[in-house]
């Protein structure tokens, strides 16, 4: 059975055609099908073009267990998708779901609304004229003209292609007045104990380990081109007649595990502690600890890299995350109890069954991000300051992965990981849309304009239904009024937002106090 794949040139559909749209939405994450599934009940004709075969992102792509933050401010399609997984479990609303319940969901509102989806559609050339996108073209031949168009990707590539400006890493903290972007060493998913970084321990000379370096920590705050790190969101069963065991995959390095072996030997036992259990006798197994399934450093070319550079990242944390499951279910230097309970576990023959139960989404936790006339950051995610014109609301706290890791004093370190609380915080219009003067038929409900921490807070899976909901009503509402997004008045944005139960306040503000700095 194949594995899973990006991009895979052979698989374009090979075939001139020219459709149009009044709205054409690139990409099919969950923002993209809530936007599609919005647009059509606003009356507008809509096609998806997805990247890739599935549709729903992370959200059916392993991410089961969801981040939820304040179910408050969880409104519109967003909450509608968790209700439909509560009626498939018999319960009102279910947050911890199998990704093909979730697939199904995607699917079937794709199906009820009659969206027009075409799949491995990837992004060739943009036309542009009078400030904004005429038509989109595509690999294989397709080319599809449109009145509006909404970028739902993960990375922001119609944004960058239309000429929009973004920015890629970490802003330093002067940029924005924050203290939690840039370079960060904090304690979470931290060595607690001394590791040692040679390959030959005690000997520099014989080089670093794979995964890090080499380059000096730079201070405090301070801006870099790091992206915080991506892994597989993975689903896995102890069900025997369920479980497929781990293998050791193709182009398989031990060495890439040193640093997990060594840390396993100063007693750190702790590798179970993200097994977080979904429906069906099923895990969603995340990232935990000092070295885990987030494959650290190696992702940083991923946003501006072109199909092919992704592909090469994608396949090598599909060997990196499949290797470190073959590591700790087999591999004498795993201490024997944990050797032994992480044989038990396996992939879910049933979930992701075209690609042997891998998932076929890589988690993008950040990529690109839109720079706007107005930009989400750390003091809105404190309640420090608050959105005049809000169409959807954020709440996770501000939370970014380590982004390298580095050598201090002789002992390895890892650097990136931020986890503060976050109050309840509107998300503005602005921050969708790019800034006045530039495209002006384009709308960004997942790339949108926010700084990396507080992007770090946005970036969950039900604040992007919410804004890819809020992107078509907006490009709804200026289609019919005959204007640009940047002039959509935004009182009628927000009666038709609060209309169909979108959540543009949070109800328990009263007398609530924003987290401490």
Known sequence: MPGPRYFDPARLPQRDEALTADICIYGGTAAGVAAAVQARRMGSSVVVLNPGDHLGGLSAGGLGQTDIGNKQVIGGLSRQFYRTLGKHYGVDEE???????????????????????????????????????????MLGGLRVTARMFIDATYEGDLMAMAGVPYHVGREDNTVFDETLNGVQVHAAHQFDHPVDPWVEPGKPASGLLPGIDPSPLAATGSGDHRVQAYNFRVCMTKTADNRIPFAQPAGYDALWYELLARYLATGWNQVFRKFDPIRGGKTDTNNHGAVSSDFIGQNWAWPDGSYAVREGIFQAHVTYQQGLHFFLANDARVPVAIREEYALWGLAKDEFTTTGGWPHQLYVREARRMISDQVVTEHDCRGARKAADPVGMGSYGMDSHNCRRFVAGGRVRNEGDVQVKASPYGISYRCLIPP?????????????????????????????MILGQSAATACVQALAAGC????LPYAALRERLLADGQILADPGAAGRKPPAP
């Open 95 to 137: 947050w911890r779901f199998e990704p093909h319940a979730a697939a199904d969901v995607f699917t079937g509102w794709v199906t009820e609304h009659g969206i027009d989806v075409r799949h491995q559609q990837w992004l060739k050339s943009v036309d542009k004229a009078g400030g904004g996108i005429v038509a989109i073209a």
């Open 436 to 464: 006045r003067g530039h495209v002006g038929n384009l709308i960004v409900p997942v790339c949108c304009s926010a700084s990396h921490i507080a992007y770090g807070s946005l970036r969950m899976e039900p604040v992007f």
């Open 484 to 487: 640009v997004l940047q002039e």
